[in-house]
């Protein structure tokens, strides 16, 4: 089961810009649905690049994807999976539409026997080295509602189960990278 899940990071050069929050919007971080009727607001995030490429996937706090990742994975109809639409201000007269993928299906599976970990005082996860997930925790969760989910101990730790890895990659996207979870630590966002 390690080798069934991926992590999905940003690839591609430094001219594929990060972005950011453009507006102060709540219950992002949490496990639930996000109220999403109308877009929310993105820009580019430091550093800024002279001249920015705007590509399938980019990095906030949660994956922010093109219309064609969206669709694709729309088609998927996955669980715990909500397509919150995106404005990016690429300039003051660009504005592109993306989907922030909000994935309220969080679940405590990290084998924290296994895993190299550091923690905070009050015991939740800092840092993952190494991740090993807990295969009977999962085993007892159905396929159909963990093809994509997020660590609960590591929220900004984004799964997707091989099945939807397959689908994304067959559209080779650009600037998305998945990292198996065996092969994976939090920075691995720093490597090539």
């Given amino acids: ?3 069934d899940y991926f992590v999905i990071m940003r690839a591609g050069p430094s001219t594929y810009p990060l972005l950011a929050w ?8 949490r496990p639930a649905p996000v109220d ?8 580019l995030g430091r550093p800024v690049p002279r001249a920015p490429v705007m590509v399938d ?3 906030l706090s949660e994956p922010v994807v093109s219309e064609r990742l969206k669709d694709a994975l729309a088609a998927l109809d996955l669980f715990g999976l909500q ?3 995106a404005d990016v201000k690429v300039k003051p007269d660009d504005v592109r539409r993306y989907w922030l993928l909000h994935v309220f299906n969080w ?3 990290i084998d924290r ?3 190299a970990l550091s ?3 009050d015991g939740d996860v800092l840092s993952i080295n190494k991740l090993v997930l807990d295969e009977k925790v999962l085993q007892e969760i159905p396929l159909e509602r963990r093809r994509v989910f997020c660590l609960d101990e590591s929220i900004s730790t984004h799964l997707f189960h091989h099945s939807v890895v397959e689908q994304v990659l067959a559209l080779n996207p650009e600037g998305v990278r998945f990292v198996r979870v065996d092969q994976w630590n939090d920075s691995g966002g720093f490597k090539p």
């Fill in 1 to 3: 089961m390690q080798t």
């Fill in 22 to 29: 453009d507006e102060y919007r709540v219950g992002f971080a």
């Fill in 36 to 43: 999403a009727t109308v877009p929310i607001q993105l820009r």
């Fill in 57 to 59: 996937y980019h990095s």
């Fill in 83 to 85: 397509l919150v639409p």
């Fill in 107 to 109: 679940i405590a599976c």
């Fill in 113 to 115: 026997q296994r895993s």
């Fill in 119 to 121: 923690f905070y005082s």
